[in-house]
């Protein structure tokens, strides 16, 4: 380890930036966020080191930065020159600020960009709310410390709870009551207590996650999975997750959803922290709204984090605008599901213009183009099947809806596919 990490406290001290350039000022700002009385100056003198605890240069002439560089390590002060490796007794590393918690990277100077990068990374995986946690933390800190005066048990109790069920309240924006569960922590009444987290898969690509859903997979303790959700998105999950499969297909349920909604009730019951991961987002045509309901009515904590739906990566993979100044100033998201052999959807709206997706409706298809054209609908207005969205293996079929509807079921593979109607489909953006 070529340097040694170390946080400095710097309240009410005294610390000198010299330059006057963007470096200098984004170095005098970081410190007063840190509590530093800071005395900036465009060129160096040696008087200016007179009581400081630490000294920066950055965006002044060499010679005064060598000088400044030689007087802070000649009286013991600490010292850096931005991007002077030479010049510097400390470096400044990379930070994540969750205040009260900070996370620093560095690569030694050998590599900054390699350690921004890290940060970004490492930032990213921390959520803001982690700041609340730790102040949560510390608020009880003394307490904890008189009620459980056995260091063991103390940090047994801390893990439960930092790592369970109050940051997961904190997280979910519920910090009255993350407050209430770690005061029953600490007095020891507190019940294992689950939550079920109703998470939106995307359409299949791993990256194409939320950051909160990444999250929440590495830390679930079960899985309940639809059928369309792929082994890349599943393999974020924690390896001993247990994974339970619910999937659905147009012509058979594994699971009734009333099934599903009793099986999340049961699991949040027993104290477990369950990922209820569908593909798209949970709340269009995912039906997390009758799961959200069943959770609430059992007294059963959980919060909805949305995902990638269908429409939004057909049309970015296909590089299909859904609204257009010029051709769709609306975009209606509908369901192919035949209710009684029926299509019950509004066609005479659904003509006017805009643009249409329609979920799950390859095998509606035909009564999709007899209700449109009978509305009104121009025979030659642009359509598309989209197959497998936002995905490597997408595909793609392009004609009007008499021309799908002919093409469809020897084009289809089987995968889930989104219809797209309305002048705007046929403003594909060609790709160079």
């Excluded at 000022?25 to 900036?40: E, N, P, Q, S």
């Excluded at 596919?417 to 953006?429: C, E, I, K, S, W």
């Amino acid at each position: 380890m070529q340097y040694f990490p170390i946080f400095l406290s710097l309240t009410g001290r005294r610390v000198l930036v010299v330059g006057d350039g963007e470096a200098a000022t984004r170095k005098a700002d970081a410190l007063r966020r840190a509590d530093a009385m800071v005395a900036t100056a465009a060129r160096f003198d040696t008087a200016l080191l007179d009581d400081c605890a630490l000294a920066i240069g950055a965006d002044a002439p060499d010679a005064d930065l060598e000088a400044l560089s030689a007087a802070a390590q000649a009286r013991g002060i600490p010292v850096n020159i931005v991007d002077r490796p030479a010049l510097c007794s400390y470096i400044t590393p990379s930070v994540i600020d969750r205040a009260p918690i900070s996370i620093a990277v560095s690569s030694g100077g050998a590599a900054p960009v390699l350690a921004r990068l890290l940060r970004a990374r490492i930032e990213a995986m921390v959520p803001p709310a982690f700041g609340r946690l730790a102040a949560l933390a510390d608020r009880y800190k003394e307490e904890i410390r008189s009620r459980l005066p056995d260091v063991a048990q103390r940090r047994r109790v801390l893990e439960r709870a930092l790592g369970g069920r109050v940051a997961d309240l904190v997280l979910a924006g519920e910090d009255a009551a993350a407050d209430l569960e770690l005061r029953r922590e600490i007095e020891g009444g507190a019940d294992p207590a689950g939550i079920v987290y109703l998470v939106g898969g995307g359409p299949g690509a791993a990256d194409l996650l939320t950051i909160r859903a990444q999250r929440l997979l590495g830390e679930a303790d079960v899985i309940v999975h639809d059928r369309l959700v792929t082994t890349e998105v599943l393999d974020m999950a924690r390896r001993d997750a247990d994974r339970i499969e619910v999937g659905k297909s147009r012509a058979a349920h594994s699971m009734p959803q009333e099934e599903i909604n009793a099986l999340l009730v049961r699991l949040g019951l027993s104290g477990k922290k369950v990922v209820r991961l569908k593909g798209g987002d949970p709340l269009v045509f995912g039906r997390g709204g009758e799961e959200a309901e069943a959770l609430a009515a059992a007294g059963v904590a959980f919060e909805i984090v949305p995902g990638v739906t269908a429409a939004l990566a057909c049309a970015a993979g296909a590089a299909i605008p859904l609204t257009h100044r010029d051709a769709a100033r609306t975009l209606t998201l509908a369901t192919g599901h035949l209710v009684g052999g029926a299509l019950d959807l509004d066609f005479a709206v659904l003509a006017q213009g805009g643009t249409l997706a329609v979920y799950m409706g390859l095998d509606s298809l035909p009564a999709l183009r007899d209700g449109l054209l009978a509305a009104g609908l121009d025979a030659g207005t642009p359509a598309a099947l989209i197959e497998r969205g936002g995905r490597a293996d997408q595909r793609m079929l392009r004609g009007t809806l008499d021309e799908l509807v002919l093409q469809a079921p020897g084009w289809s593979t089987g995968g889930p596919t989104l219809t797209m109607v309305g002048p705007a489909v046929g403003l594909q953006v060609v790709r160079r």
